[in-house]
Structures are given as C-alpha cells and as structure tokens.
C-alpha cells in the first residue's frame, strides 16, 4: 500500500507547455491604466488621503507614477458637498468639505495620480451638484480625470426606495444626464465627464457611445464575480464564461466610437468581499490575471475597490486596508503589483500562443516599442508544476520574479520576487533570480514574472 505521500507523488503530474509569440496588431496599455476605488466616505475622510499619510502615499507609488483614483460607489448618492463641513463619513450620511477636496489634491500632487469624482445624481439638487463640481474642479485641477453623475444608473429603479420611478429606461436617463451636463459645463467649462457607469448593462455603454460622442469623454462600467454569499473558489481560479464576451463587446463599442472604455468599479465579489476567499493568495492570481485579461482587451484602466465599503466596514477584497488612518495591504495587492512590475510605461499587449498537455496554463505577453519586455505565467493547478519552454523569445537573461505562497487559502505569507510590502509601503525583491536557458518550472498554485533587464527595455 502507498503512503499518503508517495500517493500524493502520485497524484502530482508535472505538465508540459511551450509558448510562442504571434504576428499581429498590439494593444496599447495607458499609463495610467492601474487604479484603486474608493467610496465618497474615503474622499471626505481628513487624514486618510493625505500627503501626510506618508505609508498609504507609498502603497500608491509603489503601484506606478501615473494612476486614477475613483471616489464613487452606492455612497455617491448619499454624499452632499459642504465647503466649512462638519466632515461625515456615515455610509447612508456623507458630507465633503472643502477641506476634504485639498487634501485629496495634496495626495494626488504627491502620487502624480488623477481622480474620478462622482456627483450626487440619484438624489441630489442640481444646483448643489454645480457648486460642488466648481469646487472640485477648482481645488483639484489639472488632477481631475472626470466628473461622473452617480453611480449604476440603470438600477435607480429597483429597491425598496428607488431613485427613479418607472419608467425609467436609457431615453429618459440620457435626458437627465444632458440637463446636468449642459447646467455644469455653463458653469465650469471645459469640465471632462465619464458615463454612464453602470452596474452592469453593456447596453446602455453600448447606447451612451452611439448617441452621446462629444458628450462624454470615457466610458464607465463595473464588474464583480458574484455575491459573496455564494462565492467560491472556483469563481476565482477559473475563467468566468461571461466575461470575455462582455469585455470583447464593450472593446468593440470603445473601438467604433474612438472612447475609451473604463472598468472604473470591480473587484471579487460584491458585498464587500467573500472572508477566506478575497483575501487570500486565490485573490492575488485572479487579480494579476484580470488585470491583464483587462488590459489585453484594450480597456482604458482598472478601478479596483479598497477600503470601507458602502456597508461601513473594511471590504475582505482590499488591497489596501485602512484602520481608522492605520494602513496595510491585503493579499489581492500582491495581484497588483506583479501587474505594474511586468508593465512599463508605453507598454502594450502583445498576443501568445500556449501548446502543450495543460489548460491550467495562462500567459500574457508584454512589449514596449515593438520588442518583447516580459512574460507572465500563472499556473491554476493546485497540484501540478508545469515546466514551460520559451524558444526563441530571447529570455535567457530575463529576471524571474515569482508570485506565490503557503497555500491558495494563505492571508499571509504572500510574496513577490522573494519580498514582502515594508513597513514604510516599499516593496524591493530578495534575492536575485535569472533565467537560465528556454525553460522554466512553474510550481503549481503560482505565477511568476519573466522580465527583461533595464537595459533591454
């Protein structure tokens, strides 16, 4: 009889695949594709988003020099403008002052980032949205990315206290969102807009695009797995039948009407998050690997949520986690800077090709200027290793930065090219790993970045 481990041996298979690069057109990827998004309490929060919170400052940094923060979600329609305060961050009572505003310049000054800032359309005043759109233009300026009119309009009619009562379809939204636009811009002319995000209609993307050029500058959208009262793990380890077409639909529509199409609210699982899912090692390669599936499908950048949620707790999916102005990272934060590490600013997507006895196998191609900059790979087994080859895509020298840990279910123990996120938001590998020859082994359960060096860049 075997031993459990000579039968685990046994169970354990070591996978054969090769890849190589394919002719085609690249996709471009902005730099300032990577984002974090927050609920309207984080913007009115005083010592949060601050320059002075010099760790949160860090954790941005470490992520690239160019980003977009989101300030939206359920919230934005429970959020009024009050320039002398007082400061609320109640979920259903929020209240920005103009304090709020300056300090969340003073962050994205010192991040070199811009914001997305969403008005209170589901059940706002008009004119208060113009004073409060001055203002945000005013104090945040050339940081401003775009203004939003609410947050996933097409649901305004649903709920035991909708926002709109029927009907309530794209034609009459369009109507309201010219009026506001219109009002706006007389006051603050030149003001860039995003819309029409929404919770989930591609139909209404698809709408907004065809009747509403020159009225819109980006397209907005959200995603998330499921509920996290039915998530599992599977959600997050496989491919989501849908979600190509989706992002294949959506790059299409951006395609056709020259816009560029936003994912500017997503993460696992709505609700803030599945405990003992989103916060584990799982999440860090499904964040890696949408990243990238985003990116490879020409979307504009990538809003993942963090922070205290529109149910008033930290969401289990953060990749930066807040305790009152106290900061740490989560495991998905991992996903996200193995993304910015395989990334450069001009880079673009280049396309891959897999053979081999695996489909538990994903690779990402990465160039810059034509040339090929780097490789990802994750390997989904959780028992299989995986030895890829590389022939003829010149890696021999390429630095090896892995993305692993104990186990799927490890909160802790995450690490990035050998090193963990510092005490101060730094993050630097451990050790220095090249690549040998035109094959490398992938344990199972990991990813692992394949870089070319500086002076190939």
Known sequence: MLSAGAAAGCLRQEKQASLRLLPGPSVSVPDNFIGLGYEMSSAAQLGLLSAENTKYLQLVRTLGAHGVLRFGGITADFTTYAPDGPVRTDPKDIVVSQASLEQLRGFLDATGWTALYSLNFGRGILDEAVVEARAVQSILGPRLEAIELGNEVENYRYGD??????????????????????????????????????????????????????????????????????????????????????????????????????????????????????????????????????????????????????????????????????????????????????????????????????????????????????IVLLNWSEVNPISVSLPGLGLQSAQVLRLKAPSLASKEGVRFGGGVVDARGRWSPAGEERLQSDSLALPPASAVVLRQPREQN
């Open 161 to 374: 206290h909708p926002l709109r009562q029927a009907p309530w379809d794209f034609a009459n939204y369009l109507a309201e969102y010219r009026a506001w636009r219109r009002a706006i811009l007389a006051a603050v002319p030149g003001l860039r807009f995003a819309a029409p995000d929404t919770a989930a209609s591609v139909e209404w993307v698809e709408a907004m695009a065809a009747e509403a050029r020159g009225e819109v500058q980006l397209l907005t959208t959200h995603f998330y797995l499921g509920d996290q009262r039915s998530a599992t793990l599977a959600q997050l380890i496989e491919r989501d039948p849908q979600l190509a077409s989706k992002l294949e639909r959506l790059s299409r529509i951006s395609r056709d009407s020259r816009i560029p199409w936003r994912m500017c609210e997503t993460n696992s699982f709505f609700g803030g998050g599945h405990p003992g899912l989103s916060d584990t090692f799982a999440a860090s390669l499904w964040t890696l690997d949408y990243l990238l599936l985003l990116a490879q499908h020409g979307c504009a950048g990538v809003n993942l949520q963090t922070g205290v949620n529109h149910l008033g707790f930290v969401s289990s999916y953060s990749p930066i986690r807040t305790n009152g102005n106290e900061v740490d990272v989560g495991a998905p934060y991992y996903g996200m800077l193995a993304f910015a590490a395989a990334r450069a600013v001009g880079a673009e997507m280049l396309s891959i090709e897999i053979a081999g006895s695996t489909s538990e196998l994903t690779a990402y191609a990465i160039g810059k200027e034509g040339q090929l900059r780097s």
